[in-house]
């Protein structure tokens, strides 16, 4: 995996090689991470077969380090290199169809095929094996109060209409069932929601989920998902994962690997803290599964207390646009469907940033996660801190182009010679005092801590500062200092902060470095020994380099981030890069430059196609069912 020598991260650097598997690639990025805790490190000696044509298959490899023989029949195929799925397409005919064994002593990855088969809508099976397992999920709440069975109905409803994925919920019923029910019996609702109850036990415990049982419902049904509602399992490993409602982000430091922690909102009495904080974004590799990251719910529940439980169709349900979106939100977060953007800096390139979101926007495609970097924290806020409550965050960017425009932000940007605190109040004053912790959309400023040499997502903390951390650029504008940090430029630790958003629970990544790399041009070079030496130590021409060489570093570090997403558009060179990116008022003319872009025509294109395919993926996971019975 050459792309990743300068990133010391092996479970990036896997992930990256699992998402080139064809079957695997419009899975979540969160999915993906927990199949690769499950997965098994193997090594190959020299002349060691991995596996033979027409023998079953057992799974399939990720090849890591060395180079396997591809054959068939006895005729060479192909020469494989590390980075490489192998026998992810002999799961569905059951058999592998060449031979393959090392061409060199290597090492790689080995994935059982029932570990593969529990992803959420994983690849189609053949006939005579078992169809992909339904992801079991169980719901709690730490929230006092809250109407837990009304929110599964309707993120139920949710999910079924905007993914057409089939949706089992399972209650308890108020007597046993009549003796010599094996199955419960699943009705479905005018909302296309199953739904079913299991008979309670004698002691009167909740009913409790078997795996014959559940066995049979996927058979009959072919469910994308269980959600259980007061029931119980029998068996703690048929568990895929427990949704727990909680007020705090924090409570997910004692979260399980399989705990996803929604964290409700009421939006009339928004939590704010005024301390900046957030995690510290390490390359080491990672030894234990992953854990989920917290989903925002901002919603009301006093009002959800209130309405009852039926099997009505969405539509009738009288949902506001600031409900629809936040069931919205958290129905891609159960169904591993988050996308996410990664913004770069580049001054007044980050308008590039700007043509995205509002593309994106207007196609459909939905933004749940962004991090960004100096300029991308900026675009990021002004998208984010108006996206509440169903609104799209455009409104936010067409301020921010005016300031950009009438001179605004610039005058900030030379005030922060002095102290960057004139950022944070050029922000303040347009997106008023909101945290971090209460917006819809999450949003991830990334920033450089000098003490602790070390990059930080910031989590918590008004939005405004945090803006100003991730864009004070060290030796130009003055330094973010909350005690015991200093921090400076995000930009020069992760300046395509691709990687957070993976951290985040994004599944879908669209990473976009618009800093341009720029060409140094030099002036004519002295014919003679004596001329060249003098040339060489103009102090003008050196600094030159230096501008020129840090640019490069930016944009290189950035390309090689970008690599961990599933789309990612880069812009490679432009004239005088860094004077242009100071020179705000030109705002307009880079959006109409990035909306003649060819280029980022097609990634964004790209990036579209990805989204639809991750949408209907349930429709896919069971062809048998045809597309939507999904309907």
């Not at 509002?358 to 962004?370: A, F, K």
């Amino acid at each position: 995996m050459s792309h990743f020598t300068s990133l010391d991260d092996a479970r990036q650097r896997r992930l990256y090689a699992l998402k080139r598997a064809p079957g695997l690639r419009h899975h979540g990025n969160t999915a993906l991470l927990q199949l690769l805790s499950k997965s098994r490190e193997v090594t190959w000696a020299r002349g060691e077969v991995l596996c033979r044509e027409g023998e079953a298959t057992e799974g399939f490899y990720v090849l890591l380090e060395g180079e396997l023989e591809v054959s068939r029949c006895g005729e060479p195929l192909m020469i494989l290199q590390p980075g490489t799925p192998l026998g992810l397409e002999a799961l569905t005919s059951g058999r592998h169809s060449v031979t393959v064994r090392a061409a060199v002593d290597a090492h790689g990855l080995f994935f059982p095929k029932d570990d593969v088969s529990s992803l959420p809508h994983a690849p189609s099976a053949p006939p005579e094996r078992p169809q992909p397992r339904a992801e079991v999920v169980a719901f709690e709440s730490d929230v006092r109060r809250a109407p837990l069975s009304t929110l599964i109905e309707l993120v139920a409803k949710v999910i079924h209409q905007d993914f057409g994925d089939r949706v089992l919920v399972l209650r308890t019923a108020a007597r046993s069932h009549e003796q010599g029910l094996d199955v419960p019996i699943v009705t479905r609702g005018a909302d296309g929601v199953l739904r079913a109850t299991l008979s309670p036990a004698a002691s009167g415990a909740p009913g409790r989920l078997t795996p014959s049982v559940l066995q049979r419902l996927e058979a009959k049904h072919g469910l994308h998902a269980v959600f259980l509602d007061g029931c119980d399992v029998a068996d703690a490993g048929m568990l895929d994962k427990t949704v727990r409602l909680v007020t705090d982000a924090s409570a997910r430091t004692a979260a399980s690997p399989r705990l996803l922690p929604t964290v409700v909102m009421d939006p009339r009495r928004p939590t704010r803290t005024s301390e900046l904080s957030g995690q510290a974004q390490h390359d080491g590799p990672h030894p234990h599964p992953p854990r989920h990251p917290p989903c925002p719910l901002r919603l009301n529940l006093e009002r959800f207390s209130r309405m009852a439980l039926d099997d009505k169709p969405l539509e009738d349900r009288e949902l506001s646009h600031t409900e629809r979106d936040a069931l919205a939100r958290w129905a891609r977060a159960l169904t591993h469907r988050r996308v996410g953007l990664a913004l770069s800096g580049g001054g007044v390139w980050g308008f590039y940033h700007v043509h995205i979101l509002r593309w994106l926007v207007g196609q459909g495609v939905p933004i749940d996660i962004i991090s960004g970097a100096s300029m991308g924290a900026l675009v990021g806020a002004y998208f984010c801190g108006s996206a509440l409550d169903g609104r799209s965050g455009l409104e936010g960017l067409r301020r921010l182009e005016e300031r950009a425009v009438s001179r605004q932000l610039s005058l900030a940007a030379a005030a922060a010679i002095l102290t960057s605190y004139s950022l944070e109040r050029f922000v303040e004053r347009d997106l008023g005092p909101i945290c971090l912790e209460e917006l819809s959309t999450r949003f991830l400023p990334v920033t450089t801590d000098l003490t602790r040499g070390e990059c930080v997502a910031l989590e918590r903390g008004p939005v405004a500062l945090g803006v100003r951390a991730s864009g004070s650029a060290p030796g130009i504008w003055g330094p973010t200092v909350v005690p015991p940090a200093r921090y400076v430029d995000g930009a020069f630790t992760s300046m395509v902060p691709a990687h957070v958003l993976l951290n985040a629970g994004a599944d879908v990544i669209l990473a976009s470095n618009i800093f341009p790399s720029g060409v140094r041009h030099a002036p004519p070079v002295p014919t003679t020994g004596l001329g060249r030496f003098l040339a060489g130590l103009n102090p003008v021409a050196r600094a030159l380099d230096l501008a020129a060489s840090g640019v490069l570093l930016l944009h290189r570090s950035g390309d090689v981030e970008s690599q961990l997403a599933d789309v990612s558009y880069d812009l490679h060179s432009a004239e005088a890069p860094l004077m242009t990116a100071m020179e705000f008022t030109r705002a307009r003319e880079i959006l109409g430059r990035a909306a003649a872009d060819a280029s980022l025509a097609k990634r964004l294109e790209d990036m579209k196609q990805h989204w639809l395919q991750v949408k209907a993926r349930g429709a896919r996971a069971h062809p048998r069912l045809g597309g939507q019975q999904a309907a």
